[in-house]
């Protein structure tokens, strides 16, 4: 069976540093016809169910662990039998969101996850949260890029536990090498291509923001 990526957009909040935030998060879910893994839990658990269906769910992998991602993790995880998969470096996160639960699995850089005759490469790209993560994958040629690396620019870095200098050093490190043909599939917004955002990298250092 031939891999493939579906996707929804959810609507809610995002909470930190006594802060609220009105957000739309995307939310992906990638395998073939008889299993599949899902790519964050945002807002919605019913949204992510239907893009589910019948198939088996080998974990629900968290790009990283502020709220708006993985509020509906335990849930999510709960209503489809599969393991929450986080990276240890999220835990102080994750355990302001639910200090009751622990995930299932740690993430690890350069993991592999096999699902529907894809595989996804955990890619550890710290900066916008510590254990922050992005998932390569060669043979649909696309990397999820959670709030790491955004059409725009880079993912936020001006609330607790996120520092500008390491995320561009994840992003010129880690993801500028990819192909440029590779898709960009973020946390937030609309897609682009490797080869888009390259050219923009300098002025975002420049602009330190």
Same mark, same amino acid.
């Given at each position: 069976m031939t891999p493939r990526i579906d996707h929804t957009t959810t609507s809610g909040t995002f909470s930190l540093d006594g802060q609220t935030f009105d957000v739309e998060n995307n939310a992906w879910v990638v395998g073939d016809d008889r299993e599949c893994v899902i790519i964050d839990a945002p807002h919605d658990v019913e949204a992510i169910r239907r893009l589910v269906g019948d198939r088996r769910v080998l974990g629900v992998v968290c790009t990283h662990a502020h709220d708006d991602h993985v509020r509906r993790a335990p849930e999510l995880a709960d209503a489809v039998g599969a393991p929450i998969f986080l990276h240890p470096d999220d835990m102080? *996160?994750?355990n302001?969101?639910?200090p009751?639960?622990?995930p299932d699995r740690e993430l690890a850089d350069g993991q592999v996850i096999e699902v529907g005759g894809a595989s996804l490469r955990v890619l550890h790209t710290p900066g916008h949260a510590p254990g922050a993560v992005c998932l390569y994958s060669?043979? *649909?040629g696309v990397v999820f890029t959670g709030d790491t690396l955004f059409a725009g620019g880079p993912g936020a870095t001006g609330r607790s536990y996120s520092d500008f200098d390491v995320v561009v050093a994840s992003i010129r490190d880690r993801l500028l090498p990819l192909p440029d043909d590779t898709e960009v599939r973020t946390g937030h917004g609309e897609s682009s291509t490797i080869g888009a955002v390259r050219p923009q990298f300098d002025e975002w250092v420049a602009r330190g923001y």
């Open positions: 102080v *996160l994750w302001l969101v639910h009751d639960r622990e060669p043979e *649909l």
